[in-house]
Every structure is written in C-alpha cells, then in structure tokens.
T-cell receptor, first 117, second 116 residues
Framework: EPEVTQTPSHQVTQMGQEVILRCVPI?????FYWYRQILGQKVEFLVS????????KSEIFDDQFSVERPDGSNFTLKIRSTKLEDSAMYFC???????????????FGPGTRLLVL | AQTVTQSQPEMSVQEAETVTLSCTYD???????LFWYKQPPSRQMILVIR??????QNATENRFSVNFQKAAKSFSLKISDSQLGDAAMYFC?????????????FGKGTHLIIQP
C-alpha cells in the first residue's frame, strides 16, 4: 500500500541554522500539507500546497518557513533560522483530488523529530 | 474558527471491553468532515475512521464505530473488543467542507490505556 515517507526521521540542529525537512507524498496525490506537534501537545496545521502554490497557511507559518515542490516527487519544508521553540515533530500529509470523504482524507507520513539546541 | 475539544485526557479499559472516546466541536458550517486518528508510541498518525457531516449513518470500520450527533456537534469513537494494540493517543480532527480551508483542526487527544 502506498505511503507518505519523510526524511530524516530525526534531526538535531543548532539555533539559527537552516533545516530542510523532506517528504515524498503518495504518488497520485495532488494536495500536500505540513503539520507540527510540539511534545505533549496537539497536532497543529502549518500549510497546505496545491498546484505549486500555497493554498492555506496558519499563523504559525511565518516568514521563517517556506515550502517547495522541487521536482515531481518531493515536498520540502524549510525553516530558515531555527529557534528553540521550533523543536517538534513535523508531519507531512497528502491527499488526492477525488470527491467525497475519501478524497478529503489526509494520509500522514511517519514524521521528522526536530530538536533545536 | 473551528475548535475541537476532547475532554478526556486519559481513558483506561480492560482488554476485550468496549470504550468510548468523546469529541465535540464548534463550527458554523453545515458541510464538513470529521476524522479519528490514532498515534501509537511510534508517533505515526494513522487514520482510524472518517465521517461526512451530511451522512446521517454512523461510520464503522471493523471494531471501530462513531456516534455522530450533528445537532449536538458530537463525534465520539467507540472501540469494541479492545486489544492491546489499540493503546495509543487518539485525536479527533475536523476539516471544513468548503473549497478553501483545507487544514485539519485537531483536538488535544485522549491517551487510551488497555489493561491486560
């Protein structure tokens, strides 16, 4: 069964450094998302992406964040200058464009655990 | 903005018993989707069950079923014949049915413990 994959599984970085988190969505999916989950807290929406542009973003997704689909398979989240509070689990998700509940269902990757020191 | 409330931070159930996890939400929309996701210790987010708001029939997936009460804005998850592998965090999530807003709004989660 196709799955969303994410790399790396863990990343440790120094405050102020740039990080790029990578995701490979399910191959026939057209909508892509990033979420984050600070340890012990709920999952929070960051951004959605469709047709090579951002379709929606939350207040969390400020100028420090950017997303890109550099080729036909990868979807990346870049944090330009990491802060301590960026330490979290980052989830990528994707979905198809089919109608109904099936098309609205987002499938999540296993996450990247980011630790900012 | 929509909000999702899970009022039970933790629930415990004996193996083979039935447990119900509660979820309420606040919205002014009439068209939306609701989901339950499971997050085991690996922290992977796994879809458990989903429901379209316009469907009156409650969704079921094997041992998992929901009690969707649209007027009360309630979406509880019932797990029958609980198994040790069901132990996880369970998150309720809301998605607008409109064409624009597409991000999921999650509740804070319920930690489900299965007692052997």
């Amino acid at each position: 069964e196709p799955e969303v994959t994410q790399t790396p599984s863990h990343q440790v970085t120094q405050m102020g450094q740039e990080v790029i988190l990578r995701c490979v969505p399910i191959s026939n999916h057209l909508y892509f998302y990033w979420y984050r989950q600070i340890l012990g807290q709920k999952v929070e929406f960051l951004v959605s992406f469709y047709n090579n542009e951002i379709s929606e973003k939350s207040e969390i997704f400020d100028d420090q964040f950017s997303v890109e689909r550099p080729d036909g398979s990868n979807f990346t989240l870049k944090i330009r200058s990491t802060k301590l509070e960026d330490s979290a689990m980052y989830f990528c998700a994707s979905r198809t464009r089919r109608g109904g509940t099936g098309g609205k269902t987002q499938y999540f990757g296993p996450g990247t655990r980011l630790l900012v020191l | 903005a929509q909000t999702v409330t899970q009022s039970q931070p933790e629930m415990s159930v004996q193996e083979a018993e039935t447990v119900t996890l509660s979820c309420t939400y606040d919205t002014s929309e009439s068209d939306y989707y609701l989901f339950w996701y499971k997050q085991p210790p690996s922290r992977q987010m796994i879809l458990v069950i989903r429901q379209e708001a316009y469907k009156q029939q409650n969704a079921t997936e094997n041992r998992f079923s929901v009690n969707f009460q649209k007027a009360a804005k309630s979406f509880s998850l019932k797990i029958s014949d609980s198994q040790l592998g069901d132990a996880a965090m369970y998150f309720c999530a809301y998605r607008s049915g409109g064409g624009g807003a597409d991000g999921l709004t999650f509740g804070k989660g319920t930690h489900l413990i299965i007692q052997p």
